[in-house]
């Protein structure tokens, strides 16, 4: 399989195809994921909940990304391997880079960090220090308790002007990527066409640049009820590899997510 790199995908998203991301937590699933196909894989604090049980992703440690990221690096096949900086670990400029620090000796490609316009300096620190980065923007599932809840996110007029802004403003400080979690499908287009950067989306429609979603979710194997952006794959497919390469097949087409994926 080839190696994917930022300048790869980047080149994708100027030539109009899109990419595709799935979480990974361990070497098999990276093998898995990796060798069907899938450009990026997200080593994401999701794991809290999906590994550990937790309710939450607050309880994720920073050694526990590490740990996770080391094993997903053992297993890939070419990938971009992206990790999440869990809560309370890039507050500072100093920790901020602290942490990426680790995450990219464990591995990482890349780092994923929750936030919008303050993230600013830290994430031109991290790029002087070549360490690329993702902005997750919209439903920031580390912020659940200031939200109260895990709510679409940019409804109304103001908070919608404030996302494309902040896209904006975190683009031009020099993150890589950006991530719309749970957002109209209307302003993840209008945010994704204002950057100048590649936009990936779960639960954000289908005019983003890539899509995201949670492993476990779109193999059936998660239990609880699924948001409605989730697709089930191993309903129509019957073995997990042509499950993943239905999933990379439909974001291409841009079949999925479909107008039942998304916000309004
Ligand atoms: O942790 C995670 O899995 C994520 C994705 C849902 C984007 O951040
Ligand atoms: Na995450």
Redesign the pocket.
């Known amino acids: 399989t080839k190696t994917m790199t930022v300048a790869s995908l980047k080149k994708m998203t100027a030539d109009g195809e899109k990419f595709t991301?799935l979480?990974a937590y361990d070497a098999t699933f990276a093998q898995l994921l990796s060798s069907a196909g899938v450009e990026t894989l997200?080593i994401?604090?999701?794991?809290g909940m999906?590994i550990q049980g937790q309710h939450s992703?607050l309880p994720v440690s920073v050694d526990e990304m590490v740990y996770h990221t080391q094993a997903v690096a053992r297993g890939n096949q070419g990938a971009l391997l992206v990790a999440?900086m869990p809560f309370n670990s890039y507050g500072t400029t100093e920790q901020c880079l602290a942490t990426a620090g680790k995450l990219m000796q464990a591995g990482a490609h890349m780092v994923?960090l929750?936030g919008g316009d303050w993230l600013c300096e830290s994430i031109t620190a991290m790029s002087r220090m070549g360490i690329p980065s993702c902005v997750?923007m919209g439903l920031t599932?580390q912020s659940v308790n200031k939200f109260g809840g895990y709510k679409v996110q940019g409804r109304d007029n103001d908070a919608a002007q404030s996302m494309i802004d902040q896209a904006l403003a975190v683009a031009n400080a020099g993150a890589d990527f950006i991530?719309l979690?749970c957002v109209p499908a209307s302003l993840a287009k209008a945010i994704t066409e204002a950057v100048p950067v590649p936009v990936?989306g779960?639960g954000a429609g289908k005019d983003t640049d890539a899509q995201?979603?949670?492993c476990y979710d779109m193999l059936g194997l998660t239990q609880h009820r699924m948001p409605k952006f989730v697709k089930n794959y191993m309903l129509e497919h019957h073995n997990y590899q042509s499950a993943v390469k239905a999933y990379i097949d439909e974001v291409k087409a841009q079949t999925f997510p479909a107008a039942e994926h998304e916000f309004d």
Request: cysteine-free.
């Open positions: 991301m979480t997200l994401g604090d999701s794991l999906v992703t999440d994923k929750e997750h599932p991530l979690e990936i779960i995201v979603l949670v």
